[in-house]
């Protein structure tokens, strides 16, 4: 159950696999990110709802086949300039996308955990979102003959969240902004979860979700594991980090070196 | 006499904030969004419900957040309720009042493209997306979208409709099932536009002190049709600007 991060990842996240990384901006699981970058895994279809920067390295990394998303940027900066260049340039390899609305997204994970086929929604009606994505529908209510949006479920391979607490027997408490983090794991086939720190006993904290153990296969412990997003009540949010991404992700050589020094990977595209 | 000064994006904050009403529920994006919902919330709308899409409901935060997410929106918050609460039980239930949006292209019948700029498959540029901007356009209230004016910015047809605003005209958001009023004013750094109630095209109704018609004008790339009666924005008060520069701290809002 307790796994070091290496193995964790080894064990549950395969190439070809589709990964969901979740956290709004709060937990977001950037040690996890950096493990599969390092373990070279290729092919993948990320999903998310919002790619920031832990997925702008992934793609920059060359980890990518597919991105299934509602916002990517770099919250509160601006834009992802690795994401641009893959979509743009297809550097350092083409990237497809398969672009959803927030609503639609959060939809697609409710329809995953609930043993769904698709979800509905009040969406997308009018938008060019309808005739770029074939995973956007409508559907008539049968019971009043309204037309709605309708989504297909989102189910992901393989779902890493990062977490404050966890015990011994895997059960895992977060708490604070939870986002999608429930619905993100209980659509996964497998569920990898990183943590701040293993406790004996998890005592309640109000607003807590708590994950039970029985649909956890990993907990791996990393302090500081969703820096430079933050863990609330444990570290702040780096917003320096946030900024300095920036320059770093402008620039293919400068994201090179990143690579190198910080993941020690050796860069997937020339420059 | 002093005599007081303010910065294009000051007087937009400004103005944007004060399309806000005390008691309202408000969905609030980051950026100049953010800061003039908080400047609302310490002048005029003390009792403004801001809502952002993190799950942070009534949040009083004591600085301007850098992102929807940030510790300090959770830790002020009245509720903190996950994603998937947000956009169905609040914002999709018609819960909420007022949807703050910026963008990077609007058109003249105010559609947001926060999507691309040049043609979806192989764009010049790739801009984040629509996050929770197509269903906070659809189903608020109204929306309030804020701006700054450019040609490259105020363009006669958006590149790609993220958001839809008024469509082709009056009577589209009916036909497509959006329940919210729509973008009811655009605010910008030179003045305000409103939509024609007849036609639904956005109109020049306000400008800000010592803007001329004609520069609007310069920085729309339709004909933008100019109202009979275009109301002058009153000077921000000293109030409003030491309130705008406390949370900024003299940055960009």
């Given amino acids: 159950m307790v796994l070091s991060l290496d193995e964790a990842v080894r ?15 709060h937990l977001i699981p950037v040690a996890a990110g950096h493990e599969i970058i390092r373990q070279g895994l290729r092919d993948l279809t990320l999903v ?43 550097w350092p390899a083409p990237l497809e996308i398969e672009e959803h609305s927030h609503a639609g997204m959060t939809n697609r994970y409710v329809a995953g955990a609930s043993g769904l086929p698709f979800a509905i929604l009040r969406g997308y009606s009018g938008t060019d979102l309808v005739g770029n994505n074939p995973n956007i529908s409508t559907v008539t209510c049968p019971f009043s003959g309204q037309e709605v949006a309708a989504v297909p479920a989102v189910n992901p391979d393989v779902t890493v969240i990062h977490a404050q607490r966890a015990d011994p027997s895997g059960n895992v408490q977060l708490w604070g902004i939870t986002g999608i983090q429930k619905e993100a794991a209980l659509a996964a086939g497998r569920v990898l979860v990183t943590v701040e720190e293993v406790a004996e006993t998890l005592e309640p904290v109000p607003g807590q979700v708590l994950l039970p153990g029985r649909i956890v296969d990993a907990v791996s412990v990393v302090p500081g594991g969703a820096a430079p997003s933050y863990a609330h009540g444990y570290y702040e949010r780096d917003n320096s980090a946030y ?10 050589e400068a994201f090179n070196t990143w690579l190198e020094e910080q993941i020690g990977v050796p860069a997937a595209g020339g420059t | 006499m002093t005599t007081v000064t303010w910065t294009s994006d000051e007087i937009m904050t400004v103005t944007a904030a004060r399309a806000l009403e005390d008691e309202m529920s408000c969905f609030v994006g980051i950026g100049l969004p953010s800061t003039a919902a908080n400047v609302a919330r310490r002048t005029h709308a003390p009792g403004l419900w801001m809502v952002y899409e993190s799950g942070t409901l009534g949040t009083v935060p004591d600085h301007l957040p850098l992102s929807i997410g940030d510790g300090v929106l959770a830790d002020t918050a009245d509720t903190v309720v996950p994603v998937p609460e947000v956009f169905n039980y609040w914002l999709q239930a018609g819960r909420i009042d007022v949807g703050f949006l910026g963008a990077a292209q609007i058109d003249r019948y105010a559609n947001i493209n926060t999507t691309v700029i040049g043609d979806y498959s192989s764009p010049a540029i790739r801009l984040p997306g629509a996050g929770g901007a197509p269903e906070i356009a659809a189903s608020c209230g109204e929306a309030i979208v804020i701006m700054r004016h450019s040609r490259r910015a105020f363009v006669d047809q958006v590149d790609f409709v993220t958001s839809v605003g008024h469509g082709r005209g009056k009577g589209d958001r009916e036909r497509l099932g959006l329940r919210g009023a729509g973008p009811t004013r655009v605010i910008t750094d030179l003045g305000v536009l409103e939509p024609d109630p007849d036609t639904g095209e956005l109109v020049l109704t306000g400008l800000h002190p010592g803007v001329e018609v004609e520069q609007v004008t310069q920085a729309t790339g339709w004909g933008l049709l100019v109202a009979e009666n275009v109301i002058p924005t009153p000077a921000p008060t000293e109030t409003e600007l030491s309130v705008v520069r406390s949370l900024t701290g003299n940055r960009q809002p």
């Fill in chain 1, 11 to 25: 064990t549950l996240v395969h190439d070809g696999d589709t990964v969901a990384l979740e956290g709004f901006t």
């Fill in chain 1, 48 to 90: 998310r709802m919002t790619p920031d920067i832990v997925y702008d390295q992934l793609i920059g990394a060359g980890c990518a086949r597919k991105l299934v998303f509602s916002w990517g940027g770099n919250p509160g900066v601006g834009s992802l300039h690795r994401f641009r260049d893959a979509v743009v340039h297809g």
């Fill in chain 1, 243 to 252: 900024q300095a991404w920036d320059g770093i992700s402008r620039d293919r």
